[in-house]
Nanobody
Framework: QVQLVESGGGLVQAGGSLRLSCLAS????????MGWFRQAPGNEREFVAG????????HYADFAKGRFTISRDNVRNTMYLQMNSLKPEDTAVYSC????????????????????WGQGTQVAVSS
């Protein structure tokens, strides 16, 4: 199990940017594929972006392509989500998650493939 803590959320105007961080505890972060998900009020949680344990494999939800960039630093045990050109519909609680098993990557959008979750950080985009 990986313990995860998100930070970097906040209130931003439409068109602005935010960078979210996900800090993992322990020394196994580099073994796990990671992902970002979000959940808006009244909506189901949805996939945003995923990155393989090496960082070489990356995939995005369609709404994130061209605006969001996922990355990771395995030395700092941290994953990032750079969000640009934010829209009011991006308002949600953003959570990071670690894959259920180590050393495995597929371009999955399913939250069922992820076994450890952070508490989330709120992102609010005003129009």
């Amino acid at each position: 199990q990986v313990q995860l803590v998100e930070s970097g959320g906040g209130l931003v105007q439409a068109g602005g940017s935010l960078r979210l961080s996900c800090l993992a505890s322990g020394n196994t972060f580099s073994q796990y594929t990671m992902g970002w998900f979000r959940q808006a009020p009244g909506n189901e949680r949805e996939f945003v972006a995923g990155i393989s344990y090496t960082g070489r494999g990356i995939h995005y939800a369609d709404f994130a392509k061209g605006r969001f960039t996922i990355s990771r630093d395995n030395v700092r045990n941290t994953m990032y989500l750079q969000m640009n050109s934010l829209k009011p519909e991006d308002t949600a609680v953003y959570s990071c998650a670690a894959w259920r098993v180590p050393y495995y990557y597929v371009q999955s959008h399913s939250q069922n493939d992820f076994g450890s979750w952070g508490q989330g950080t709120q992102v609010a985009v005003s129009s």
